[in-house]
Each structure stands twice: as structure tokens, then as C-alpha cells.
Nanobody, 127 residues
Framework: QVQLVESGGGLVQPGGSLRLSCAASVSGSIFTIYTMGWYRQAPGKQRELVATITSGGSANYADSVKGRFTISGDNAKNTVYLQMNSLKPEDTAVYYC???????????????????WGQGTLVTVSS
């Protein structure tokens, strides 16, 4: 069982910075987290990928945030971070943390990762 808790959202002025954190808590059997990522959803829009990172440190970013956002992780703490710089009003959204993991059997049986989502944290970029 994996649960995600996001934090760090808030109100920031355009051009400002904010850092989001997502901590994964694991209980029960042995779980392996393969990737974690950040997604966002603005009012009236579809949820979109912001950035992902693997346990090996390989990162991927949406074109809209490249050069401004940085995703990083701490495997020992099962935590992923999103450093957001040069924020723009269009970055305003609810940011959700996601993790792909295996419980030790699902991946080998069904050839798919288990997925879990956090509840989201609101980021508002406004003057």
C-alpha cells in the first residue's frame, strides 16, 4: 500500500519560485516505486504532465516548463520535489503527485504498474 502526500502549494507572484514536495508512505508488503511525477490541472482543462523522474534519476519535462522547473527525488525518503522558478500565471493549477509502483506481484502477473495519486496542492500565480 502506497499513499502520497503533497505539500508546498500556495500563492506566488509572477516570476517567483515555489517548491512542491511529495512524500510516499509505504506499508504492508514490499513495494518498489519505479517512477514519480507531477501533473497539473487548471480549471476547465485536462490534467497534463509536468515532469516525471525514475528511481534512477532520469527526468522528463513538459515543453511548457523546460528550463523553469526541476524535478528531483530522494530515494531514501521516498520523496519527490518540484522546484518551480520563473512562475507564470498560466502555471496556476492544482498540482498532483503520481507514483508508479509494484507490490511484488502485480507487474509480473499483469505486466502493468500500480498507480497512486495524491490529493493535490493548489498553486496560484498572480499579482
Amino acid at each position: 500500500q502506497v499513499q502520497l502526500v503533497e505539500s508546498g502549494g500556495g500563492l506566488v507572484q509572477p516570476g517567483g519560485s515555489l517548491r512542491l514536495s511529495c512524500a510516499a508512505s509505504v506499508s504492508g508488503s514490499i513495494f518498489t516505486i519505479y517512477t514519480m511525477g507531477w501533473y497539473r490541472q487548471a480549471p476547465g482543462k485536462q490534467r497534463e504532465l509536468v515532469a516525471t523522474i525514475t528511481s534512477g534519476g532520469s527526468a522528463n519535462y513538459a515543453d511548457s516548463v523546460k528550463g523553469r522547473f526541476t524535478i528531483s527525488g530522494d530515494n531514501a525518503k521516498n520523496t519527490v520535489y518540484l522546484q518551480m522558478n520563473s512562475l507564470k500565471p498560466e502555471d496556476t493549477a492544482v498540482y498532483y503527485c503520481n507514483a508508479e509502483y509494484d507490490d511484488g506481484q502485480t507487474l509480473s502477473v499483469s505486466f502493468r504498474y500500480l498507480k497512486v495519486w495524491g490529493q493535490g496542492t493548489l498553486v496560484t500565480v498572480s499579482s
